[in-house]
Each structure stands twice: as C-alpha cells, then as structure tokens.
C-alpha cells in the first residue's frame, strides 16, 4: 500500500465542494441579481429593438406616402408633380440617406434612386404596404425597405412607391438604449453586490461569535453556551447544545465519581491480600519447613474472591452505556427475563430459599423490546442474586401487563427497609448493613441504568409484608404471536 510522502502536504480533493456558510450564501443571491439582470437587461434590448424597427417603419410609411401624395394620373398615365429637390426633401433623414423609387409596374421611372432595383415587390398586387429586408447589389449594405402600390382605379397605371434606408441607424439606436439600460444595471451592482456581501457577512457575525465560544470552552470548561444574544433561528440549536453540555458534565462527573469510588472500594480487598501475603511471607521466612496455615489461606482465598467479584461488577457497570450504545436487536422481554431466572432456582434452593416464577402475562402476545437481552437478564440476575443473599426466604418472581407495559415485581419476605436503606439503595457502592462484606454496592446501579436504557423505570416499591420489592416497568411494542405457544404461569 502507498504511503504519503511525509512532506507532502494532504490536499483534500474534495475541499472546493465544502464552502463557507458565507460562500453558500453569496453564490445563489449573486446569481440570482446576475440572471435577472441579463434576463431584464435582454428583455429590454429585445423590446427596444421591436420598438425601434415598429417606430422606423412607420416613418418609412410615411415617407412613401408623402410621395404618393406627389402622383397624378391624366388617361389613366402616371405622372409625379413635383421636383426632385421637393422628393428628396420629402425622405430626407439627418441620420442615414434613405433612398426612393417612384415606378410604374411597367418598370417606367417617374422619380428617384435609379440605382434601387429590387425586383421582389414586381408581383405584388395588393395595396398593403410592405416590409422587408434587402441587401444593395451595388453597396452591398443591409436596407429596410417599405414598398406600396397604387392604382386609384382599375384602368389607372399601376405606380410602386419605394422607400428604403440604411439598417445601421437602428442598430445604433438599439445599441444606446441597451447602453441606457446595462451601464446603470452594472454601475448598481458594483453597489448590491457589496451591499449583499456585507449585509450577509452583519448577519452572520454571530454564528462566528458562536463558533468562537465553542472553541474557546476546551476540554475542561462544559459551562453552557449564552443565549442571549444568539439569533432566534439558531436558538435551538444552542440549546440543544447546552442540553447536551449539560449531560456530558454529567457524565463526566458521575465517571471522576466512579472511578474515585472504585478505587476506594479496591483498597479494602487489595490491602487485605497485601496484608494476607505479608503474614505468610514472614511465617515462610521464620520457617521454611512449616506448611501454609489453612485458616490464613482460606482467608486468602475470601478476600480474592471478593475483590474478584467486585472487579466482575465494575466492569458490568462500566459496560451497560458501552453495550446500550451499540446497535441494539429486536428481542422478546418475557422470554429474556425468565430464561435466567429459571437458573436462580436452583442456587436458591442451595442457599434454603424458595424462588417462585410467576407469568400473569397474554401467551397469545409477544412483548417486543429494542435494546440487548443479554443486560435485561443481567437485571433479573442481580436483584434475584440479591434476593438469595440478604431478603427472606420466600422470594417471588411476578411478571404481568397492563395495556403494551410490562410490570414485573422481584420481591422477598425478609425484614422491612427501614428508610435511610430506601434512600441509599440506588447510590453506587452503598451498602447496608446487612454483616456480608462480599457485596459491591453496585448490582441495583446496574439494574437502574439498564432498565432506564431500555426506556423503562426501575423503582423500590413499598409493600405491606414484604422485606423488599423491585418494580420494573417497561413500555413494549406488543405483537400477536404466529403460533400461539403459551406460557404456562410456573409455581415454585
């Protein structure tokens, strides 16, 4: 496999598709304002040219009828009254020369350009005047041409009347008032654009003021970030993360309070093996010959065992957010919690307890969960294990559903909590005062957080008789079972 060169820098390829907020925002507004001044300004050139050539060709009409006002007819024979100098003053135009033509059909000339030969009008017969563009043969220069007819009556010569005039002068027309129109537009938006910029670059001073605070909290600062001054559309994302700061220094505190609490309660354990060696230490050392004394082995193997069981239940409280976190599985509730507790039994008869299982719950339904059935076991595990060593004898199981919500209740007959217990129940590595140093103090925490990371409620419940009952309720995705298999409701 390639490796990059060490001084090389890394180019991201794909850097130049990434733009800066302000960038994202720029880029459609400037195009926009540039699209709809191309757009406006084509619209406008388009109009002024229509505009343009309607305003010219009316002038060429009148410019022919002006001359045809200039016809007389004596026997039916054409003629014009005036002078060439009057005819020439009547198409006269200061901004181009015009050129005109007045003939009869016959192709007889009575005053004119004789050099405008434009025989595409011969074959008309229709009195309409008519426009149309021709290119001089002599010239070569593009003419916009008007030609009309005239015949007062049936046995009158026919006469054309011809006036054309050089293209250019509307070309330079149409080229000021686009001018007129673009000059203005360009000279605004040297002006818009910058406003836009600034006015955008105003409006997002405070997500950079934002980004500043983030920046600036580090590692250790989890304070939250002010509000006051950020704007109402990036408010909730503000305290979203404020919410979220809030919970990790939660977090944060409760894992220094953790790890501070682990350690406390490792001491015990490891300085009782330090002290357990010590002593066969010295006993080998005074007499080598002398066997290991089996009291201080047995020790030993109780203080081990213990700091042993008590690692087993660090690590369990440390993984229930690792495992909660992953990606979790469709699982059915009931079946999970009464496959471990079928296994309890047994350790409960050992120990000269009774364990009762108790299953009120519809066998025609599935109880669906979403989360990890291994940690729901683990739950049943640790309060029954619970209940073997410090509740009554008479310890029960009780599974049933109210609507699409388990309840289950794990209960003994042992003597009644009294209330500084309930209050301190929960709290990690509390441990009452029950004469058995081998218990962590952590196996109801367990229970509580992954209860609660299953979206449901771990409680202590007070109960007439009862030396201690857990209520667990959890909220299911309830489902009719394909094949019905019921579960028959065991007694112990």
């Given at each position: ?39 406006a300004t084509s619209a406008a050139y388009l109009l002024a040219g229509r505009s343009t050539n309607t305003s ?17 007819w004596n026997d039916g024979v054409a003629s014009f009254a005036a002078s060439k100098e009057t005819a020439d ?348 140093p081998e218990g962590s103090g952590l196996g109801l925490s367990i229970a509580q957080r992954i209860v609660e ?40």
């Open positions: 496999m390639n490796t990059p060169s060490p001084g090389r820098a890394n180019l991201n390829p794909l850097g130049w598709i990434n733009p800066s907020l302000l960038k994202q925002l720029m880029l459609p507004v400037v195009s926009l304002w540039v699209a709809c001044a191309l757009l010219f060709d009316r002038l060429l009409a009148d410019d022919a009828q002006a001359l045809s006002a200039q016809l007389r003053s009547l198409v006269f135009d200061s901004l181009s020369l015009s050129h005109y033509s007045v003939h009869t059909a016959t192709g007889r000339t009575l005053m004119g350009d004789m050099h405008l030969e434009i025989p595409e009008i011969e074959a008309r017969t229709d009195p309409q005047a008519i426009f149309f563009d021709h290119t001089g043969r002599r010239s070569h220069t593009p003419l916009r041409v008007v030609a009309q007819r005239f015949q007062p009556s049936p046995g009158d010569e026919a006469v054309w009347v011809v006036v054309a005039e050089s293209k250019e002068k509307r070309r330079q027309v149409k080229d000021e008032i686009a001018t007129a129109i673009f000059l203005p537009a360009l000279i605004v938006g040297f002006f818009i654009i910058p406003l836009f910029y600034y006015s955008i670059r105003r409006a997002l001073s405070p997500t950079r003021q934002l980004s500043a605070l983030v920046v600036a909290h580090g590692d250790d600062n989890l304070s939250p970030l002010p509000v006051e001054q950020v704007p109402q559309e990036l408010r909730e994302l503000v305290a979203h993360t404020n919410s979220l700061l809030q919970r990790l220094q939660a977090s944060v505190s409760e894992q220094r309070r953790f790890i501070a609490d682990a350690a406390h309660q490792l001491q015990t354990p490891m300085a009782g093996i330090r002290l357990l060696v010590g002593d066969m230490r010295r006993i080998q050392k005074s007499d080598p010959t002398q066997p290991m004394d089996a009291e201080v082995l047995a020790q030993l193997d109780e203080v081990a065992t213990r700091g042993a069981r008590m690692v087993k239940q660090l690590l369990a409280f440390a993984r229930v957010a690792e495992d909660s976190a992953a990606e979790p599985e469709v699982f059915e509730a009931v079946e999970a919690m009464l496959e471990p507790a079928a296994r309890w039994r047994s350790l409960a008869l050992t120990a000269g307890k009774s364990l009762e299982l108790e299953n009120h719950t519809d066998p025609k339904r599935e109880f669906m969960l979403h989360g990890s059935p291994v940690l729901l076991g683990e739950v049943i595990s640790n309060l029954l294990d619970n209940a073997i060593r410090y509740g009554g004898p008479q310890i029960k199981l009780r599974l049933h559903h109210h609507d699409s919500t388990l309840i289950v209740h794990v209960q003994d007959d042992g003597p009644p909590l009294d209330e500084h217990a309930r209050s301190h129940l929960m709290l990690p590595f509390w441990r009452g005062d029950h004469g058995q990371r299953l979206g449901g409620r771990f409680a202590l419940v007070e109960r007439a008789g009862l030396g201690a009952c857990f209520e667990i309720t959890l909220p299911c995705e309830v489902r009719e079972r394909p094949a019905v298999q019921a579960r028959n409701t065991e007694h112990g």
